[in-house]
């Protein structure tokens, strides 16, 4: 089952970040999920948008299940999850763990865009 | 090599001190991300996949040993330690905060280094011949107008919002080291019949998602009037440039819509009307430019060196060095040394910033403190003796530096891809290394001679895979990364767009088809042939035939 | 009446604004104007002979050559800037001044901000509405900023290459 959660850029530093109940984390494996038709994802999404001093463009993405954890759909974003995949000594990926594994080992049909908002628009 | 006066640095003082208070509102909340962005870019700040981008400017890719060892430092301080040379000689950095760019600006300013104009709809940071100063080949120092190009194009009130991003190069060679067929200008020094020096301007060349080459508008432009002649063109396009639609407003879809006639027609009339006093520089300044870029310091040397012969005759790994990464100098007892940026299995471009001091270092002690950054993601000592390549060539391969390579199949094109741009629809950096890998032998490489292989992961081009004899294409298809192939494409004097081999490859056929592609070739090839000569002759067929065998 | 900030060649104050715009589907009201390219030459004569200022917006997509012979007896010139981004109007501006040798004022209109008033006063610009909420003193500061330019252009600040020579 597809779910959701909420990214964006950390204002100051770059650093690709999760919504977790209302606070920004850098790990996806702590980011909040909600179901597909969840109007609180949607809410979310519109308060970081709306604040000036956080976050950098913050959108949601589709998010699935694999090897009994949860992984970004698209492969874009397991990038943005995981590090570059040259230099895995980078990047979140480089602290490794379960969750990670379940970011490398993800595959799927993924929409690399991985914007839901983007590609509903299409 | 040009040094800032006290007006250089001023500027770029101001601009430091501009940026810092951008940035610091930013921060603070008083503007907004759609009001600062546009700002950012100006300074070559991106926002990428997994922090801030910058992008610092190497004019004409000409570096000192304080450049390159302030380029270090910046990389190992405010990064993780390395930095990623780009297809137009600039230097991204992959790591960096919002809150530290200030800072870096500054360190930049007191090395004469900035990053104004690597981004945005202006007039972009210049290219030039990677050989300029130290080729025989060249009928005058290409630095010295790109300098001039340089100034004038920083912060031009009139065209710092153009219809798109604009890009020049210069060469002054008959080998064509820029790639100037695939810019917006291109311009190449020659000399007329009377021996007059003038520029042959190619205007309209372009990769990205509709590639185009050059045409040229003017045979022979002299070189005092090139100022107000790049002008007469930037305000045409500026006026006439399309405005509506992102893909369409870069100049080579002006061009191509008018045809080059009526655009040069456009440009000579719009020359003409404008007064050139003021715009082109006045002889003293030329004059002070050219001084920079004087010769100096050169020994009067045999052109054979007993060092260089006996370490080829008794070093096969160094006689193999000498053979794909020392060039010919104009200076007898000299050679312009190839540092490799292509270590099979390393990303093409990074550069560690140990790498980084350690070529400072040769450049200092070896090659008159200059260093130079191709378009091919490489690094170049234009001035060591050849006494003296041995002993740079044995620090060079301690540090990684040596692999011998320049030009073969390994010394592969990337753009950052996936890995880390936001723009890109695939990966690239992980494509070249396996290809790299399946020709890390040098022997084999060797025997298969030039083959320029060139990867980008989006239809951008900036990894310029329609001028690979190569040319490798990441594309997404439903979420898979595919890549397509492009055979015959040149981005040398002999310039030409490649064709489509088939349908797009999944990723872990890529090197598979390269491979096959290397067989049809060994297979096909005359005498002398390269790789682009024996697909030239043979066209599409062979090469299709067996890529697509399987599939059939 | 909208905020007018001008340039007077050293600094920026704020201006009141006798010049009402007026759109091409309004009609005119009493007093000075500034009306569309279309509009101007449709009935800029007999504006012009009842006395009253005229004022002539030029689009991005038009050209200021149309108003070459009309130029003496205009009092403003406004360029649209339809985005910040639409760099036309600088073109436009600086021909005006200097191919034209226009001396009444040019104004930038649309999508005007303070951070483009450096490039906006070097193209010839000299009175400005700005879309972003500021002022003079913010006008003035972004307009000092580089105390050395490299390039002529229709301002009277002499480029690098002149200052060199002392």
Redo the contacts between chains.
């Keep these: 089952m597809t779910m959701k959660a909420l990214t964006a850029n950390r204002l100051d530093d770059g650093e690709a970040v999760f919504w977790m109940g209302g606070r920004w984390v850098d790990r996806f494996a702590e980011a909040q999920l909600w179901g597909d038709q969840d109007p609180d994802a949607d809410a979310a999404e519109a308060h970081a948008k709306s604040e000036l001093t956080q976050v950098v463009d913050a959108y949601l993405i589709d998010v699935i299940e694999s090897e009994g954890g949860y992984a970004p759909l698209s492969y874009r974003e397991r990038v943005r999850a995981m590090g570059p995949t040259n230099k895995l000594e980078h990047g979140k990926q480089a602290e490794g763990g379960a969750s990670i594994e379940a970011l490398v080992h993800a595959h799927g049909a993924a929409r690399s865009t991985g914007r839901v908002n983007l590609i509903k628009r299409k | 090599m040009y040094r800032y006066?006290e007006?250089?640095r001023?500027?770029l003082t101001?601009?430091v001190?501009?940026f810092r208070e951008q940035a610091t509102r930013?921060?603070?909340?008083l503007i907004?991300?759609d009001?600062f962005k546009?700002?950012r870019l100006m300074n070559g700040l991106y926002?990428?996949?997994?922090?801030?981008m910058l992008r610092i400017a190497i004019p004409y890719g000409a570096l000192t040993s304080a450049k390159l060892r302030k380029l270090a430092y910046i990389a190992r301080t405010y990064d993780?330690g390395y930095g990623h040379f780009t297809t137009r000689t600039n230097l991204q950095l992959?790591?960096?905060?919002?809150?530290d760019a200030p800072d870096i600006l500054e360190h930049l300013a007191e090395v004469e280094l900035h990053s104004i104009q690597t981004s945005g709809?202006c007039i972009r940071n210049l290219t030039a011949d990677p050989h300029a100063g130290a080729t025989a080949d060249e009928v005058d120092d290409p630095r010295v107008w790109a300098e001039a190009i340089r100034?004038?194009s920083?912060?031009?009130?009139?065209?710092?919002?153009?219809p798109r991003k604009f890009k020049i190069a210069v060469t002054a060679a008959a080998t064509d080291r820029a790639a100037i067929k695939v810019y917006d200008i291109g311009l190449r020094l020659h000399r007329a019949e009377d021996g007059e020096l003038g520029f042959e301007v190619l205007v309209g060349g372009g990769l990205g998602r509709t590639p185009y080459l050059g045409s040229t508008i003017r045979k022979h432009l002299p070189t005092r009037h090139l100022l107000s002649y790049l002008q007469a063109i930037l305000?045409v396009y500026?006026?006439a440039g399309r405005?509506d639609n992102a893909w369409k407003a870069r100049i080579k879809i002006l061009v191509s819509s008018l045809g080059a006639e009526e655009f040069a027609r456009q440009v000579e009339e719009e020359w003409e009307?404008?007064p050139r006093d003021?715009?082109d520089?006045?002889d003293?300044?030329l004059a002070?430019i050219r001084a920079a870029f004087a010769p100096q310091g050169f020994e009067t040397l045999p052109p054979v060196s007993a060092a260089f012969q006996s370490a080829k005759a008794n070093d096969r790994a160094f006689a193999r060095f000498a053979r794909h990464n020392v060039k010919p100098h104009k200076v007898p007892g000299y050679a312009i040394v190839d540092v490799s940026l292509k270590a099979p299995g390393e990303?093409p471009g990074d550069c560690s910033a140990d790498q980084m001091d350690v070529v400072a270092d040769l450049a200092e002690r070896f090659s008159h403190d200059e260093v130079r950054v191709s378009y091919e993601q490489n690094l170049i000592l234009p001035h060591v003796k050849l006494d003296d390549v041995p002993q740079v060539y044995a620090e060079l391969e301690a540090a990684g530096l040596a692999t011998p390579n320049i030009g073969l199949i390994s010394d592969i094109i990337a753009c950052p891809g996936?890995?880390?741009c936001a723009l890109?629809?695939?990966?690239a950096?992980?494509i070249a290394?396996d290809i790299a890998k399946r020709f890390a032998d040098p022997e084999r490489a060797e025997v298969v001679g030039e083959l320029k292989i060139k990867i980008s992961g989006c239809i951008n081009a900036c990894g310029h895979h329609h001028v690979g004899h190569i040319g490798i294409l990441g594309v997404?298809k439903?979420?898979?990364?595919f890549y397509q192939l492009t055979l015959g494409g040149s981005g040398a004097e002999d310039a030409e767009v490649g064709k489509m081999l088939g349908p797009a490859l999944p990723a872990d056929k890529v090197a598979d088809a390269v491979e096959q592609l290397v067989e049809v070739y060994m297979r096909e090839r005359a005498e002398g042939e390269r790789f682009l000569d024996t697909f030239r002759r043979t066209g599409m067929s062979p090469f299709k035939e067996a890529v697509y065998a399987d599939a059939r | 009446m909208p905020t007018l900030v001008k340039w007077t060649g050293a600094d920026a104050e704020l201006a009141e604004d006798p010049f009402t715009a007026v759109d091409d589907d309004q009609t005119l009201p009493r007093g000075d104007v500034i009306i569309s390219l279309t509009r101007f030459q449709a009935e800029g004569e007999q504006l012009l002979s009842e006395g009253r200022k005229i004022g002539v917006r030029v689009e991005a997509d038009e050209a200021v050559e149309a108003l070459a012979y009309d130029l003496p007896r205009i009092a403003v010139v406004a360029l649209v800037f339809p985005k910040f981004r639409d760099g036309r109007a600088y073109s436009a501006a600086r021909l005006l001044r200097q191919r034209f040798g226009y001396e009444g004022q040019v104004r930038a209109v649309g999508d005007v901000l303070r951070e483009q008033a450096h490039f906006m006063i070097r193209c010839g610009f000299d009175a400005f509405e700005p879309a972003d909420g500021s002022g003079p003193t913010d006008w003035a500061h972004v307009a000092a900023r580089f105390r050395h330019v490299y390039q002529r252009a229709a301002d009277d600040r002499t480029p690098a290459f002149l200052e060199r020579q002392g």
């Design positions: 006066d007006i250089d001023a500027i101001d601009r001190a501009e930013r921060l603070a909340g907004t991300e009001q546009p700002i926002l990428q996949l997994h922090a801030y993780k992959h790591w960096i905060k919002l809150r709809n100034q004038w920083t912060f031009h009130p009139e065209f710092s919002f153009l305000r500026n006026r405005r009307r404008e003021g715009v520089l006045p003293e300044e002070r990303t996936l890995d880390y890109a629809n695939a990966r950096i992980p290394q997404d439903k979420g898979e990364e």
